[in-house]
């Protein structure tokens, strides 16, 4: 049986070869965005280059960019209005100009795509990715696999499977979907929706680069992160920008209980991972690098230790709330500001 789940992200984002292949958002966008279960509604605006729009501080109208923003939809500010997303408090503490080139689903290599489209007069003190440890690695290795596997030129996009489509519309307009992912969180049930063969025990790939024993998905998804950053750090490095890798961690690197959740629902081992393994890995490539590297797990976990009220993610969702956001732009102003953070 189908109930309507309300879900409207169609007419957003869109592929495009033109100037380079790449996902982006679509122009001139002022709409509302209302999530799963209405758990959040957003205000979604774009300029016409499909850029989000953020917060223009007092007297910065007439500046230059100083900061671009690169990432997925951790930076486009999934479930913010306009002025609370990353990019707009920063730019509200720091007193400057952003740009905010994030587009929902991009990898690091159409972050790459992106920035190197930007018209040349755009020279950014600062170049920020939002380096979300939840999907980043795998995406930039599926793009990567896309483009030796059909011969197409880099930034090719990846058509999505018969699978995947059947499941993004169970995700988009099934209830009984969406009841049954929230009946997993109980062992019992779980384990009798795994013995009838209604869901699958097999874990996400995402989960590969949080494990001890790094396996040859892993490897490549490394591989092709390290690849696409520095892509992008050369190119910061020719407009003359500091590129920043700022770390968002996946919600399971913060929240112990989600954590839990997770694993009981494939049936992990603990010992068998490691959930700071892709800090390490970002650590020490930004390192060899030399690139600003900013690890934000710890300060999102202080805030998640405080209590049920000060969960920087959503509750149904994982994308960082009002609170992550907030956390995430202060820590980044502080940083530019005084070369550390608290």
């Known amino acids: 049986m189908w109930f309507k789940v309300p879900w409207n992200y169609e007419g957003i984002a869109y592929f495009t070869s033109d100037p380079v292949p790449s996902r982006r958002i679509l122009p001139n966008l002022n709409r509302y965005v209302v999530g799963p279960y209405r758990e959040f509604k957003y205000r979604l605006s774009t300029d016409a280059d499909g850029f989000r729009k953020s917060t223009v501080p007092s007297g910065a109208k007439v500046q230059p960019i100083d900061t671009i923003f690169l990432g997925d939809s951790q930076t486009v500010g999934e479930g913010m209005n306009d002025d609370e997303t990353i990019p707009s408090i920063y730019a509200l503490l720091t007193g400057k100009r952003v740009l905010n080139t994030g587009c929902y689903g991009c990898s690091n290599i159409e972050e790459a795509a992106i920035l190197r489209s930007l018209p040349e007069s755009v020279k950014p003190r600062n170049v920020v990715i939002g380096f979300f440890a939840g999907n980043d690695p795998l995406d930039n290795a599926a793009y990567a696999h896309q483009v030796r596997t059909t011969g197409r030129q880099e930034g090719s996009y990846i058509p999505k499977n018969g699978f995947t489509e059947a499941k993004n519309r169970l995700l988009e307009r099934s209830f009984l979907y ?29 989960l590969r680069v949080f494990k001890t024993e790094e396996d040859d998905l892993a490897s490549d998804c490394w591989k092709q992160t390290d690849a696409a950053i520095k892509m992008i750090h050369s190119e910061s490095t020719r407009r003359g920008s500091r590129l920043i890798l700022a770390f968002i961690p996946d919600r399971l690197q913060v929240d112990d209980n989600y954590w839990r959740i997770v694993a009981q629902k494939f049936r992990l081992r603990f010992e068998d991972y490691d959930r700071n393994a892709p800090n390490k890995k970002l650590k020490e490539l930004c390192r060899i690098q030399g690139i600003a590297f900013i690890d934000l797990t710890d300060a999102l976990r202080r805030e998640w230790a405080r209590g049920t009220k000060h969960n920087p993610y959503w509750k149904i969702d994982s994308h960082l709330n009002a609170d992550g956001n907030r956390i995430i732009g202060g820590l980044l102003a502080e940083f530019v500001s005084t070369g550390r953070t608290s």
């Open 178 to 206: 969406h009841l049954i992912l929230g009946l997993r969180k109980y062992q019992g049930i779980n384990n009798l929706f795994i013995w009838v063969g209604m869901v699958n025990a097999d874990p996400p790939e995402q």
